[in-house]
């Protein structure tokens, strides 16, 4: 994984801290759904109370809106953090343990200064809008949330969901294969 913040380190040691950069073994996955791997970046633009956010990894994800696992490595493949959710909490464990929190809006807010919706994800990388929110058809993808999803590369394996509201966020993904 790459990450760097601007003006300041901060930001940046309490994200390592919690996505225990300290690594934690890579380990096979278990039985269970299918899993969506790939490679992700993201940006989330710096504010007046905090710099930029870049994040380069690779990435396992499996599941749904409401039940589900991510699994961040870097580029060698030592996992870095994993994220587990269900309809009662969020789990991220990283090198220095497990912390738990209300959901996943309240453990991105806090790992990358915006709350994402991370429960869109695996539909988003679907191809489909998230059955929880209204979505609006665009040319080559659609708008939902406050997002805009480009799914024009989608058959090639290309996701890049954009948020212009300040803080603007680009998230880009390329996945590789799905499991089945």
């Known amino acids: ?27 096979a996955p278990e039985d269970g759904p299918p899993w969506t791997r790939g490679r992700l970046s993201l ?5 007046a109370s905090r710099p930029a956010v870049d994040l380069l990894a690779g990435f396992e994800l499996r599941g749904t809106a409401d039940a589900g696992e991510l699994r ?10 994993a994220a587990r959710w269900s309809p009662t909490d969020a789990v991220l464990t990283g090198g ?17 200064g915006e709350a994402l919706p991370l ?9 489909r809008p998230w059955a929880a929110a209204a979505s609006r058809a665009e040319a080559g993808g659609f708008s939902q949330a406050g997002w805009r999803i480009d799914l024009s590369r989608h058959g090639e394996g290309h996701v890049v969901a954009t948020r212009a509201a300040a803080p603007a966020v680009v998230l880009r993904v390329r996945l590789d294969a799905r499991d089945d």
Do not use: K, N
């Open 119 to 127: 429960r869109a994800l695996p539909d988003w990388l679907g191809g």
């Open 1 to 27: 994984m790459s990450l760097r913040a601007r003006d300041g380190l901060a930001p940046v040691v309490a994200l390592a801290m919690l996505l225990g950069a300290a690594g934690c073994a890579t380990q």
């Open 96 to 112: 220095d343990g497990e912390r738990r929190y209300a959901d996943l809006e309240s453990l991105s807010a806090e790992v990358f």
């Open 43 to 47: 940006r989330v633009e710096a504010t």
């Open 72 to 81: 961040l490595e870097t580029s060698i493949g030592t996992r870095l953090a």
